[in-house]
């Protein structure tokens, strides 16, 4: 019996060695925006593998900037991409609505525009931006890559490869939702190369399925 048990644990164990995240959506805006984009405000198009709002600038109150939403439920996830020319824009996580969100904020600080932080956006309302980033670049001489790791209640954003987060969010607001992008700048910033990824199921998981399986031959054996 106990060789089952061992043998059980280590296929459960062997199983989660090889697994990596799980990409759901990727997109280079090579051939147009995938169909998968809400295009709510703003009427984004792609150009050049870049995508942006075509309608942007000081006609639009602080809220809602020009913004698209993705469709899919996430709760713990991460998501990559580049930004050309960032002055006002960013990245919605969470997002249960075009009016309820993370907003993860490139630029537009102050005016300066040349730091990254966080606003929680409730029922249209942006409230005060939180934990800015040190200055990141110089808008129109720099074009960021961001990686942003969703867990829990933290949200994190690390730049160009960096292993430390530029800037940090904790907060209980929303526990899943949806992606998405925004931008309020003229002339526009503009997005590519985006890719979100979940994790696998963990190890625990995969054990609980293989004793489940160990029970099930048990009870057959007797």
Do not use: C
């Not at 995240?21 to 792609?46: L, R, Y």
């Not at 904020?105 to 409230?127: E, P, S």
């Not at 503009?190 to 048990?218: H, K, N, Q």
């Amino acid at each position: 019996m106990k060789k089952y048990l061992y043998l059980a644990i280590y296929l459960s164990l062997g199983l989660f060695g090889s697994l990596n995240a799980t990409v759901i959506f990727s997109d280079n805006f090579q051939s147009g925006p995938s169909s998968s984009w809400g295009n709510q405000v703003g009427n984004w198009i792609a150009q050049d593998g870049k995508y942006y709002a075509s309608a942007t600038g000081s006609s639009f109150p602080l809220w809602p900037m020009p913004h698209t939403l993705l469709p899919f439920e996430v709760t713990d996830f991460t998501v990559d991409l580049k930004m050309w020319d960032f002055k006002d824009g960013g990245v919605m996580l969470r997002a249960q609505d075009s009016q309820n969100a993370i907003l993860l904020v490139v630029g537009g600080l102050g005016g300066v525009g040349d730091y990254m932080y966080w606003h929680i956006l409730q029922d249209g309302n942006v409230g005060t931006g939180l934990n800015p980033s040190s200055s990141i670049g110089a808008i129109g001489q720099y074009d960021p890559s961001l990686h942003i790791v969703v867990e829990g209640d933290t949200y994190k954003v690390y730049l160009d490869g960096s292993t430390n987060p530029a800037t940090t969010l904790t907060t209980s607001a929303f526990s899943s939702g949806k992606v998405g992008l925004f931008d309020n700048a003229s002339p526009e910033t503009s997005f590519s190369d985006i890719v979100i990824t979940v994790p696998e199921p963990s190890a625990l998981s995969l054990l609980a399925v293989g004793l489940g399986g160990l029970a099930i031959l048990r009870h057959r054996r007797l």
